[in-house]
C-alpha cells in the first residue's frame, strides 16, 4: 500500500545544533515531495517541494532536503536550527497525475535553550 | 491578499447531529481541499475539488460525509448524524490549478463530538 513514514515521533535539539528530519515513502514510481510545518496556532505552510531535477532542494526558513530515489526518502534538514523552529512537521507525497495528498504522521520538534 | 479562511473555528456538538464546516480559499484558486486531522495523526485526504467538480471523492470516510463547493469558490463540508470519532481538526487548503501547486491552509476548525 501507498504509505508516506516519518520514523520520529518527537525529535529535541540544541539551539544552534543540526537537524535532519526523517521521510519514507512507499510508492512504486517517484511522487512528488513536500514538506510543511504547523507551528503552534497557525496554519500549515509550505517549506520545500522537490518534483524533478536537482535532488538537493532548498526552502525557506534556511531549510533543505535531498531525494534519495535509491532510499525512497526525502529527509529535511537544517544546519543550525533556531528556537523559533519549535513546530510539527510533515512530509507529503503526491504521485504523479493524482491529487490524492499523502501525509505522514508528523515530527514534532522541540528546541532547548 | 487574504487567505484561506474556515469557520467556524471551533465547534462543538452532540452525537447524532449534523454540522457544517465552511472554507473560503484564496481568491483565483480553482483547487479545493479538505483534510482531516485526528490528535496524534497525519492529515487524512478527504476530498478535492477542481472547480466545482469533485474528481476525487475517495477519502471520505462514510456516506455520511459530503461536501459541495459553489461558484468555484466557497465550500462546504457537511457530517450528517456526527459520531464521536468524528471529533477533530478539520482544515481546508486552496491552491492555483495544476499538480504540484503550493496548497496554502486555513487554520482548521476544531469540531468536538459529545
Keep these: ?113 | 491578499g487574504a487567505g484561506v479562511s474556515q469557520s467556524p473555528s471551533n465547534k462543538v456538538t452532540e452525537k447524532g447531529k449534523d454540522v457544517e464546516l465552511r472554507c473560503d480559499p484564496i481568491s483565483g484558486h480553482t483547487a479545493l481541499y479538505w483534510y482531516r486531522q485526528s490528535l496524534g495523526q497525519g492529515l487524512e485526504f478527504l476530498i478535492y475539488f477542481q472547480g466545482n467538480s469533485a474528481p476525487d471523492k475517495s477519502g471520505l470516510p462514510s456516506d455520511r460525509f459530503s461536501a459541495e463547493r459553489t461558484g468555484g469558490s466557497v465550500s462546504t463540508l457537511t457530517i450528517q448524524r456526527t459520531q464521536q470519532e468524528d471529533s477533530a481538526v478539520y482544515l481546508c487548503a486552496s491552491s492555483l490549478a495544476g499538480q504540484g501547486e503550493t496548497q496554502y491552509f486555513g487554520p482548521g476548525t476544531r469540531l468536538l463530538v459529545l
Design chain 1, 1 to 113: 500500500a501507498q504509505s508516506v513514514t516519518q520514523p520520529d515521533i518527537h525529535i529535541t535539539v540544541s539551539e544552534g545544533a543540526s537537524l535532519e528530519l526523517r521521510c519514507n515513502y512507499s510508492y512504486g514510481a517517484t511522487p512528488y515531495l513536500f514538506w510543511y510545518v504547523q507551528s503552534p496556532g497557525q496554519g500549515l505552510q509550505l517549506l520545500l517541494k522537490y518534483f524533478s531535477g536537482d535532488t538537493l532542494v532548498q526552502g525557506i526558513k534556511g531549510f533543505e532536503a535531498e531525494f534519495k530515489r535509491s532510499q525512497s526518502s526525502f529527509n529535511l534538514r537544517k544546519p543550525s536550527v533556531h528556537w523559533s523552529d519549535a513546530a510539527e512537521y510533515f512530509c507529503a507525497v503526491v504521485l504523479s497525475g493524482t491529487y490524492k495528498y499523502i501525509f505522514g504522521t508528523g515530527t514534532r520538534l522541540k528546541v532547548l535553550a
